[in-house]
């Protein structure tokens, strides 16, 4: 059975850092892709970062790039996103996900998803 859970969302003064971890199971993690979505009420789900399979190229929208950092590790098969000066416009669910492709970030190339983490960013 696949699973990708996610954790460490929470409530965040405007500013401040988060980071997110996801826990994969029932595939082989290194042989997909890794990437962090995430849906804002009344927004389509958009791609935030991404990595590749074997974790040696690293991808970003560019609403994101200079604040966030993708990581995984294929041993633990975890995948963590770390976001720093966090703004209110990044309150929005987090998803974690996993493609066959490397590079993509469409959400239809995705094939298993996390139930999702609430990130609110406070003012």
């Known amino acids: 059975q696949v699973r990708l859970v996610e954790s460490g969302g929470g409530l965040v003064q405007a500013g401040g850092s988060l980071r997110l971890s996801c826990a994969a199971s029932?595939?082989?993690?290194?042989?997909?892709?890794m990437g962090w979505f995430r849906q804002a009420p009344g927004k389509e789900r958009e791609f935030v970062a991404g990595?590749?399979?074997?974790?040696?190229?690293?991808y970003y929208a560019d609403s994101a790039k200079d604040r966030v950092t993708i990581s995984r590790d294929n041993v633990k098969k975890t995948l963590d996103l770390q976001m720093n000066s966090l703004k209110p416009e990044d309150t929005a669910v987090y998803y974690c996900?996993?493609?066959?492709?490397?590079?993509?970030?469409?959400?239809?190339?995705?094939?298993?998803w996390g139930q999702g983490t609430q990130v609110t960013v406070s003012s």
């Open positions: 996900a996993a493609s066959r492709s490397d590079y993509v970030t469409s959400r239809d190339e995705y094939h298993y």
């Open positions: 029932g595939f082989t993690f290194s042989s997909y892709a």
């Open positions: 990595k590749s399979r074997s974790g040696g190229r690293t």
